[in-house]
């Protein structure tokens, strides 16, 4: 196994579209600068365009712009650069619209039944799926305008308060905020791991002893040095496995069950 990083295009990047996927890193400084409204609609629509499961459109997003509400969000996950952000939007899977149709097409539709599929596992991890990949399409459309963001997995830190927060209705979960801005920053790329080690050929590829000893080594290497020379962060100096490693066990690593807070919304986690 080689090492061979997914930037080692950088420089030749074959259009502009790859060029700023592969130079995209997260920005968490944002200038005050508003965005323009042509931009913020072309961010949107970017976003309206991406591929939706089965034509069922089963995401939506809130656009924060209550400073109040920003704060609460900010304080939740423990990030102030939440509200720095002149754009704030929170992806939601949703289930809502298109049960509110159902509803209205006949006023009889039992949702309760067995046979209702919208609340079905697969749909939640549909809807799910549907609002990263919409919120992806945002994120690289602001790239591609010159802006930077960062996705917020922390606005899940305490899911039912976001939710009596945005008085997100049953069948609909949060999924990831996306922050966008005119970067305060220019931190340098994260390096990616070697490319066998993540992208296979046709079946699951675990890596011998000699290759983890060998290029995951010279990627370890390569993050430590990241964090200890390029980043110059408070963050600890660490190999990439020792961010693994401390992190896959412990009370404090540990984020609290999702499945109640999902269910509570009335997903069913056993259909
Ligand atoms: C699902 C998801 C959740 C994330 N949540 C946060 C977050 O809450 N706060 C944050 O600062 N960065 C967050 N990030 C950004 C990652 O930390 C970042 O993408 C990763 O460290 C790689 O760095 P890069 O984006 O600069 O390449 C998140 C990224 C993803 C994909």
Redesign the pocket.
């Given at each position: 196994m080689h090492s061979c990083a997914p930037t080692d295009l950088r420089g030749a990047a074959p259009n502009e579209t790859i060029r700023v996927l592969l130079e995209?890193?997260?920005?968490?400084a944002f200038s005050p600068d508003p965005i323009d409204p042509a931009s913020v609609q072309s961010l949107e629509s970017a976003a309206q365009h991406a591929a939706t499961s089965r034509y069922f459109n089963e995401w939506s997003a809130i656009r924060v712009t209550d400073p109040k509400i920003a704060q609460a969000i900010a304080q939740e996950?423990g990030?102030d650069?939440i509200v720095q952000a002149p754009l704030l939007y929170i992806f939601l899977a949703d289930q809502r619209r298109n049960a509110d149709l159902v509803a209205a097409e006949n006023p009889d539709a039992d949702m309760d039944a067995d046979s209702f599929n919208l609340n079905s596992s697969y749909v939640f991890l549909q809807s799910e799926n549907d609002a990263?990949l919409a919120l992806h399409a945002m994120e690289t459309a602001a790239y591609s305008l010159g802006l930077g963001c960062?996705?917020?997995?922390?606005?899940l830190n305490d899911p039912d308060e976001l939710i009596e927060l945005l008085q997100l209705p049953k069948l609909v979960y949060p999924v990831?905020?996306l922050a966008i801005g005119k970067p305060a920053q220019g931190?340098a790329?994260?390096p990616?791991m070697p490319r066998p080690a993540q992208i296979f050929e046709n079946s699951y590829r675990r890596p011998s002893e000699d290759e983890i000893g060998e290029a995951l080594s010279d990627f370890d290497e390569t993050v430590f040095r990241y964090y200890r020379d390029i980043r110059h962060m408070d963050a600890p100096r660490k190999t990439f496995r020792q961010i693994i490693a401390d992190k896959a066990f412990g009370q404090e690593n540990a984020h609290h069950p999702m499945a109640p807070s999902i269910e509570r919304q009335g997903f069913d986690w056993t259909r």
């Open positions: 995209r890193r997260s920005i968490r996950a990030q650069y990263v960062v996705i917020l997995g922390s606005v990831l905020g931190p790329l994260k990616r």
